[in-house]
T-cell receptor, first 114, second 111 residues
Framework: EAQVTQNPRYLITVTGKKLTVTCSQN?????MSWYRQDPGLGLRQIYY???????DKGDVPEGYKVSRKEKRNFPLILESPSPNQTSLYFC?????????????FGEGSRLTVL | DAKTTQPPSMDCAEGRAANLPCNHS???????VYWYRQIHSQGPQYIIH???NNETNEMASLIITEDRKSSTLILPHATLRDTAVYYC????????????FGPGTRLSVLP
């Protein structure tokens, strides 16, 4: 089954404790992206990757890092989480060739930073 | 990418057609209209997209006006499971695939 898998789905952590949210897709997609969703602000893009070893900032990249060492994985790293990073996070992937416009999203990771 | 305007909320009776409008008066000739929806706090789900012609798939129909300045997503027989936030996005279908999600329309399907 084609899917984008995120882990963990729920996490409560404390300020400053490094954490990684993993994202994996099994569709051989070139493009992957991270979004955060906050009440009243909608979905905002954090980082995206056009292919392996190619990443770029989205609209709200501050406080986050990403890496794309393998095509299927695109982890989101919070080196020193702060309470304003409490949010619902979504990973998405898409093929870069057919331009169908269909983004496949994961189920989301709800992060709380105390 | 062109800006879109959608009503913040709409109601629809179960079994009736749900017609969700979207205005995109500044759309460019090479920009597509995409529709996604988000049920509760799940990941957004692709519905349909089009350039000029009307499109239909198993989920919905997309009607784009001749001047392309507005469009309507039609769910022909809305069910309670169609209750969701619906996003209309206008963008170029390029490799960058950067989708900007606005506030969308919250559709409530009522029994």
């Amino acid at each position: 089954e084609a899917q984008v898998t995120q882990n963990p789905r729920y996490l409560i952590t404390v300020t400053g404790k490094k954490l990684t949210v993993t994202c994996s897709q099994n569709m051989n997609h070139e493009y992957m992206s991270w979004y955060r969703q906050d009440p009243g602000l909608g979905l905002r893009q954090i980082y995206y990757s056009m292919n392996v070893e190619v990443t770029d900032k989205g609209d709200v990249p501050e406080g986050y890092k990403v890496s794309r060492k393998e095509k299927r994985n695109f982890p989101l790293i919070l080196e020193s989480p702060s309470p304003n990073q409490t949010s619902l996070y979504f990973c998405a992937s898409s093929t870069g060739h057919t331009n169908t416009g269909e983004l496949f999203f994961g189920e989301g990771s709800r992060l709380t930073v105390l | 990418d062109a800006k879109t305007t959608q009503p913040p909320s709409m109601d629809c009776a179960e079994g009736r057609a749900a017609n969700l409008p979207c205005n995109h008066s500044t759309i460019s000739g090479n920009e597509y209209v995409y529709w996604y929806r988000q049920i509760h706090s799940q990941g957004p789900q692709y519905i349909i997209h089009g350039l000029k012609n009307n499109e239909t798939n198993e989920m919905a129909s997309l009607i784009i006006t001749e001047d392309r300045k507005s469009s309507t997503l039609i769910l022909p027989h809305a069910t309670l499971r169609d209750t969701a936030v619906y996003y209309c996005i206008v963008r170029v279908a390029d490799y960058g695939q950067n989708f900007v999600f606005g506030p969308g329309t919250r559709l409530s399907v009522l029994p």
